[in-house]
């Protein structure tokens, strides 16, 4: 992978990460859905949570994730694996309003933040990788 970029491949990256997070979103939104009380509408909790989280996603990347991409790619930081660290590590306040209002249920468990937590940190990390996979050019490897 070079250190090359341009606008296009970096909004190409804001796009596909931001549809690549919502999909996560919703796919664990989906699971636990399947065994509740109505696993009827488990597909339409996956599908309230994917638009729910796309423009969430979009905001987050544009807000929080250009800025801090735009220090690291002036440094120098630009492998996949250093998107994934900072998606996992930058993802995480996105629980907080999460906590403000189910707060007490999850805090209350310790598992359950836990759950969350990781999820949410995992689904960053996942999204930086691709982030700056999209962004740069790359040689058909995904290492």
Known sequence: ????????????????????GSVLVSGWLFVPSLFGELPELAPLVAAAGFVVAAPLWVGGLLLVGLPVWTVLHLCGARSRWIGTAAGAVLSLPALVPGLVVWGSALSDEAMGLAVALASQA??????????????????????
């Open 122 to 143: 995992g689904t960053g990390a996942v999204v930086g990788w691709v982030v700056v996979h999209v962004a740069y050019e790359r040689e058909g490897t995904l290492a």
């Open 1 to 20: 992978m070079n250190g090359r970029t341009s606008a296009g491949a970096v909004l190409a990256a804001i796009i596909v990460g931001a549809a690549v």
